[in-house]
T-cell receptor
Framework: LAKTTQPISMDSYEGQEVNITCSHN???????ITWYQQFPSQGPRFIIQ???TKVTNEVASLFIPADRKSSTLSLPRVSLSDTAVYYC???????????FGSGTQLTVLP | DAGITQSPRHKVTETGTPVTLRCHQT?????MYWYRQDPGHGLRLIHY???????DKGEVSDGYSVSRSKTEDFLLTLESATSSQTSVYFC???????????????FGDGTRLSIL
């Protein structure tokens, strides 16, 4: 089971770049790494996904080192509306293990 | 946003009563999931479905049952609700299994269930 470890919380200021790192030491060879964002009273929303190296889309970048034991979500120039909980989720080897960790509460300050 | 509707959005009931939550999708996705979210635990998988009448257990399935008679509907039932089942319940869907694939899950907005 690729158990994940993320910081519980992070604070940032508007306009800054934010990097959230997730450790997944037991990730399996075929696992992808997916990041989700969750606002209060809403379900998680897909942000980005990757397998190795770097992936970039219109909202974020995902960096995955060669050993794949961690991944870093990078949010460029955050705004107040980026305040949310962010989860990383390696696709596990068993559906029974499809469990999100506690995530990282990002608070963006003015 | 993916077409996922959960009902009801809020419910308060008493211990020992049966409760059924409904998830309805308009995306024709094969896979559907039920999660619960509690403070300090993130989201935990209760049950999932990989097709009509095909379901399997997740990490925290005790006390819950599910049914899927149509592609678009996935029901979660608490046969005899207990206070420990007070939680926020989320339904999710995906085109292919969220294992061994790069197909992300899409989530509904949740049902807040309080059992007194």
């Amino acid at each position: 089971l690729a158990k994940t470890t993320q910081p519980i919380s992070m604070d940032s200021y508007e306009g800054q770049e934010v990097n959230i790192t997730c450790s997944h030491n037991n990730i399996a060879t075929n696992d992808y790494i997916t990041w989700y964002q969750q606002f209060p009273s809403q379900g998680p929303r897909f942000i980005i996904q990757g397998y190795k190296t770097k992936v970039t889309n219109e909202v974020a970048s995902l960096f995955i080192p060669a050993d794949r034991k961690s991944s870093t979500l990078s949010l460029p120039r955050v705004s107040l509306s980026d305040t949310a909980v962010y989860y990383c989720l390696p696709t596990p080897g068993s559906a029974r293990q499809l469990t999100f960790g506690s995530g990282t509460q990002l608070t963006v300050l003015p | 946003d993916a077409g996922i509707t959960q009902s009801p959005r809020h419910k308060v009931t008493e211990t020992g009563t049966p409760v059924t939550l409904r998830c309805h999708q308009t995306e024709n996705h094969r896979y559907m999931y039920w999660y619960r979210q509690d403070p300090g635990h993130g989201l935990r998988l209760i049950h999932y479905s990989y097709g009509v009448k095909d379901t399997d257990k997740g990490e925290v399935s005790d006390g819950y049952s599910v049914s899927r008679s149509k592609t678009e509907d996935f029901l979660l039932t608490l046969e005899s609700a207990t206070s420990s089942q007070t939680s926020v319940y989320f339904c999710a869907i995906s085109e292919s299994m969220a294992l061994y694939s790069n197909q992300p899950q899409h989530f509904g907005d949740g049902t807040r269930l309080s059992i007194l």
